[in-house]
């Protein structure tokens, strides 16, 4: 069975720039969650997807933006990317509209330069 | 402005013997609590959890206890193993019996166990 698979794992864009990660939940999952970790930082929580609907949105600006697929899957779009947007890309998946238990992803690593 | 801290960035501990990590939190409303480890590489795995109506909970060698009046909760593990080495997130929740999408994070607390 396999657990949360996020892309790609890597990766290094420039100032300006969009990029968009990719996530699939956990077999059973049906709720997409997204979190930005900085470097010496703990998770900061981005947003929530489930029903293909954004559920509940963390202290983000609007360039952060998001989808869900009608098979949970979910993409993560940042736009106008800012040397301050580097960090690890978490995905959580959970069952039971989020009321089950958050299993993680391994992360992007998105390098802003 | 940190809702949920952990002031103790490492700790060290030798193998067999009792590791505890401390977190501390500001906001009241929060009443659900979460232990997550993360290895290198990895993203965080679940430890244990407990709730605003209990002060401990207990799982195998790991056990977390909540005092509510002080805003501080801990992680005890006993015996420590060299496997037990990672980062341990503290998080909590103001969602109790709801969604866990929503967590909020202390920075993490790297425990080292030495054989």
């Known amino acids: 069975d396999a657990g949360v698979t996020q892309s790609p794992t890597h990766l290094i864009k420039t100032r300006g720039q969009q990029v968009t990660l990719r996530c699939s939940p956990k077999?059973?999952?049906?709720?997409v969650s997204w979190y930005q970790q900085a470097l010496g930082q703990g998770p900061q929580f981005i947003f929530q997807?489930?029903?293909?609907?954004?559920?509940q949105r963390g202290n983000f600006p609007d360039r952060f933006s998001g989808h869900q697929f009608p098979n949970y899957s979910s993409e993560l779009n940042v736009n106008a990317l800012l040397l301050g947007d580097s960090a690890l890309y978490l995905c959580?998946?959970?069952?039971?509209?989020?009321?089950?238990?958050?299993?993680f992803g391994e992360g992007s690593r998105l390098t802003v330069l | 402005d940190q809702q949920v801290k952990q002031n103790s960035p490492s700790l060290s501990v030798q193998e067999g013997r009792i590791s505890i990590l401390n977190c501390d939190y500001t906001?009241?409303?929060?009443?659900?609590f979460l232990w997550y480890k993360k290895y290198p590489a990895e993203g965080p795995t679940f430890l244990i959890s407990?709730?605003?109506?209990?002060d401990k909970n207990e799982d195998g060698r790991f056990t977390v206890f909540l005092n509510k009046s002080a805003k501080h909760l801990s992680l005890h593990i006993v015996p420590s193993q060299p496997g037990d080495s990672a980062v341990y997130f503290c998080?909590?929740?103001?969602?109790?019996?709801?969604?866990?999408?929503?967590?909020?994070f202390g920075k993490g607390t790297k425990l080292s166990v030495k054989p």
């Open positions: 959580a998946s959970a069952a039971g509209a989020g009321t089950g238990e958050l299993f």
């Open positions: 077999s059973g999952h049906d709720t």
């Open positions: 997807y489930y029903e293909e609907e954004e559920r």
């Open positions: 906001n009241s409303m929060f009443d659900y």
């Open positions: 407990i709730s605003s109506i209990k």
């Open positions: 998080a909590a929740s103001a969602e109790y019996g709801g969604s866990q999408g929503n967590l909020i």
